[in-house]
């Protein structure tokens, strides 16, 4: 057996788990990068820390497919902490590989990484000398089981050190589940007897490959269906309402506010899908399935456990015969949705004219849509502009929207995200990256990354040359706006010294550049940089600061009463 070392182990075993590296390389990798390249993993270099860890998770939300980021120890690793944070919190399975402090102890400059890693509630696997082929995979299993980021530690000490050989355990093999009821027996019976059902699908009924049984038993049901921001048009078809939550139109929100028995198939029910509290009734019944082992919201009634693709298929099998809902019944709650769908407001087409001459997003987002190319892939960053997209753009499966900052909110890291996604998808995709200027800015340096790995990438860029939702929420209040503005930035030549292709969208008729990049085969990156006016407030964060303050009062109440 040829002997390894320890770097080279890690690497061996990652190598049976990954495809996929991306990272910044120091001395605290460079002997673990050294032994991935020889391994035939293909490496993506990128230009902060950070950007490892995001790409590696862009890898994953775009494919399914686990990925590494890799950094040096130290600074290197202080550095990926906020994309590792956004993993962490948006349960999206990650592996870090780092230098660490040798293992005879921390020199002057070392951090313990460890417990920095363990207050992100990420764990850490240091690897040794005599286990490092089973602490790696120890790490990799924990990461996908747990659905979380881990650390992989090389001790700097150990990196070049001939690794012991060992004799690897088998992989477990996935929990299938077994043929007890588990609740879903009372499931079915209520679904069965309800009037106007909903299903609402989230990230982990697309992750589990529900979409099939659950599109199958909303017909078997007559039931509406609608999604999570991560699980868009996963249930799309008859009944169809779009997206739950604040990105939504009202006619929708007002539909599933009327849903008797609610079905919550892979989602958490976080406060933006439940519109803050306001999207389901009170008097309705709601069932969550997830894989998680408690409910993820006081509204749920009946939590089961299980994986969602199962227990749908198994709904489906107890619903055959006498218990499924009469034709007229199942017809009519969606005979009723489509009028009310067709009747009601869409989302504001936006203005031709806005009070500083500047682009309206709205009719931005509603001509971008018409020009971009339909087998498109969106990345989002965090920030005001993050629902343009998913009110405004077609995207056509889950997995080809990619929204990255919204878990731990932050913003910055869309170009990150981007070098992930552009090296998951398929080829004949284009990429488009939606940017705001502030935290385009943050990321910058990892634009040349992007441009290097793209086949086909669409950047746009929300350029308010403010941070907007900021203004929004604080100018508005009569706080000092100064530090909320940016001083307006020329992306487009910033993207053109690095060789891209660019315009500065003024107006609608602008895009006609962007047009004849595309006409011309989409080959390469494109910048967009798109001026906007920062006097339209997204409805979702209006949504939102009116939660807050509605809340702030009832503090506030409380507070006089005691």
Same mark, same amino acid.
């Given at each position: 057996m040829t002997s390894l070392t320890v770097s080279g182990r890690v690497a061996q075993v990652l190598s049976s788990y990954l495809s996929d590296v991306f990272g910044v390389m120091?001395?605290?990798?460079?002997?673990?990068?050294?032994?991935?390249?020889?391994?035939?993993?293909?490496?993506?270099?990128v230009r902060h820390e950070g950007a490892a860890v995001g790409a590696a998770d862009a890898y994953y939300r775009t494919s399914g497919r686990l990925a590494a980021g890799t950094t040096t120890y130290g600074p290197g690793y202080t550095n990926a902490l906020t994309a590792l944070a956004e993993a962490v919190q948006a349960q999206i399975p990650v592996v870090l590989v780092t230098g660490d402090?040798?293992?005879?102890? *921390?020199? *002057?400059?070392?951090?313990?990484q460890t417990a920095i890693a363990a207050a992100l509630g990420a764990a850490t696997f240091t690897v040794t000398r005599e286990a490092a082929g089973s602490i790696t995979q120890q790490a990799v299993e924990y990461a996908l089981t747990k659905r979380t980021g881990v650390v992989i530690a090389i001790p700097y000490d150990l990196a070049a050190l001939e690794a012991a050989d060992e004799e690897l355990p088998e992989r477990a093999a996935p929990a299938v589940m077994d043929d007890v009821d588990g609740g879903l027996g009372q499931v079915a019976r209520l679904l069965a007897g309800a009037r106007r059902p909903l299903i609402l699908a989230g990230r982990g009924a697309h992750l589990a490959g529900a979409g099939a049984e659950l599109r199958e038993l909303a017909d078997r049901l007559g039931s509406l269906t609608a999604g999570t921001a991560l699980a868009l048009n996963l249930?799309?078809?008859?009944g169809y309402l779009g997206v739950a939550g604040g990105f939504g139109t009202d006619t929708a929100a007002g539909l599933m506010g009327e849903a008797d028995v609610v079905l919550v198939a892979g989602a958490s029910l976080s406060p933006f899908t439940m519109r803050f509290?306001?999207?389901?009734? %009170?008097? =309705? &019944?709601?069932?969550?399935?997830?894989?998680?082992?408690? *409910? &993820?919201? *006081?509204?749920?009634?009946?939590?089961? =456990?299980?994986?969602?693709?199962?227990?749908?298929?198994r709904i489906l099998r107890m619903l055959d015969g006498p218990a499924s809902p009469n034709a007229s019944r199942k017809e009519a709650w969606r005979a009723e949705a489509?009028?009310?769908? =067709?009747?009601?407001?869409?989302?504001?087409?936006? =203005?031709?004219? &806005? %009070?500083?001459?500047?682009?309206d997003p709205r009719s931005l987002a509603t001509a971008l849509d018409a020009v971009l190319p339909e087998r498109r892939t969106v990345v989002q960053d965090g920030g005001h502009f993050v629902g343009w997209a998913p009110m405004y753009w077609h995207i056509p499966r889950p997995q080809d929207l990619v929204m990255v900052g919204t878990a731990y909110q932050t913003i910055g890291l869309g170009l990150a995200s981007a070098v992930g996604a552009a090296r998951a998808m398929e080829e004949d995709r284009t990429l488009v990256l939606a940017s705001g200027d502030g935290g385009f800015l943050m990321g910058l340096s990892d634009l040349e990354s992007l441009i290097g790995v793209a086949r086909s990438a669409i950047v746009v860029?929300?350029?308010?040359?403010?941070y907007g939702a900021e203004i929004h929420q604080y100018g508005s209040q009569g706080l000092s706006e100064k530090p909320m503005l940016i001083p307006e930035v020329d992306?487009?030549?910033?993207?053109?010294?690095?060789?891209?292709?660019?315009?500065?969208?003024?107006?609608?008729?602008?895009?006609?550049?962007?047009?004849?990049?595309?006409?011309?085969?989409?080959?390469? &990156?494109?910048?967009?940089?798109c001026r906007i006016t920062a006097s339209v407030r997204a409805p979702w964060l209006t949504e939102w600061m009116d939660a807050t303050r509605a809340a702030k009062a009832v503090v506030a109440v409380v507070a006089v009463a005691g």
């Open positions: 120091g001395n605290g990798n460079v002997h673990f990068l050294d032994a991935a390249e020889k391994l035939g993993l293909r490496f993506s270099s402090a040798p293992s005879s102890g *921390p020199r *002057p400059w070392d951090v313990d249930l799309e078809g008859e509290g306001h999207l389901l009734g %009170p008097d =309705s &019944t709601i069932i969550q399935i997830d894989s998680v082992l408690q *409910p &993820t919201h *006081p509204r749920v009634d009946i939590f089961v =456990s299980a994986d969602v693709k199962s227990a749908a298929g489509r009028k009310r769908l =067709s009747e009601g407001p869409a989302h504001h087409a936006g =203005s031709a004219g &806005t %009070p500083d001459g500047r682009l860029i929300y350029n308010d040359a403010a992306f487009s030549g910033i993207a053109s010294a690095l060789g891209a292709e660019s315009a500065i969208i003024r107006s609608l008729a602008d895009l006609a550049a962007l047009q004849e990049w595309i006409d011309a085969g989409a080959r390469g &990156t494109f910048v967009a940089d």
